[in-house]
């Protein structure tokens, strides 16, 4: 009886371990909270706050003004040397493969930066340049407030941390946003074929 007691016991312990498991992650889908956070945002699409922005141009607009296209955001700072540099390269090359929809109105690329107190209208303009930009379709862009930051940085699941060395310590990721103005998918930042997927995919539609 004590063997079959020890048995029963150890059984509900795994199963009760299961259970756990499958309610943290998301019924088994999410084992990270990078997963979660891209499971939850194509499930519950986000609305995106009026936040102004001011380009490298010096213009002001903000995501509402840019409804009825498709938009590929991501997040960077312009001092970046690794990951900035390289997706800032990688939206230089989106550019020609949409440009066929970016010349119809219908695509656009929007980098936002995340450290708008060192990134005026001068340095996106800088980055933009450095990376190959085609002058078609990009816009680099910093929050006008630091209100408006928290609230993009928040919608959009961006972490920066300061470094200590003047940089940042983020995450990064393109996230595509559709012409209602909903983030409804965050892709792998060094694989922008997958953000260019759902692009072409909604085009077709």
């Not at 519950?44 to 009026?50: D, F, K, N």
């Not at 009825?68 to 997706?87: A, E």
């Not at 493969?97 to 010349?103: D, F, G």
């Not at 990064?172 to 965050?186: E, K, M, N, Q």
Request: proline share 5%; charged share 20%.
């Amino acid at each position: 009886m004590s063997l079959l007691r020890t048995l029963l016991a150890s059984l509900l312990i795994v199963v009760g371990g299961i259970a756990v498991l499958a309610a943290a992650t998301d019924g088994f889908r999410a084992f990270t909270s990078e997963t979660a956070r891209r499971i939850d945002v194509r499930e519950h699409p986000r609305a995106l706050p009026p936040v102004p922005l001011q380009t490298a141009g010096g213009r002001m607009t903000n995501f509402a003004r840019l409804r009825g296209r498709w938009v590929l955001v991501d997040f960077i700072y312009t001092r970046c040397m690794t990951y900035c540099s390289v997706q800032g390269s990688e939206f230089a090359r989106l550019q020609d493969r949409l440009a066929q929809p970016i010349a119809a109105g219908k695509v656009l690329l929007v980098s936002v930066s995340f450290d708008p107190a060192h990134d005026g209208p001068a340095q996106l303009a800088g980055y933009q340049r450095r990376s190959g930009d085609r002058e078609a379709g990009w816009l680099a862009v910093r929050p006008a407030n630091a209100s408006g930051l928290d609230a993009l940085t928040h919608v959009f699941g961006v972490t920066a941390i300061p470094d200590g060395l003047g940089g940042y310590v983020h995450n990064a990721a393109i996230a595509v946003v559709d012409p209602r103005g909903r983030l409804i998918a965050i892709t792998d930042w060094d694989a922008p074929h997958e953000a260019e997927r759902y692009v072409r995919h909604g085009l077709a539609q």
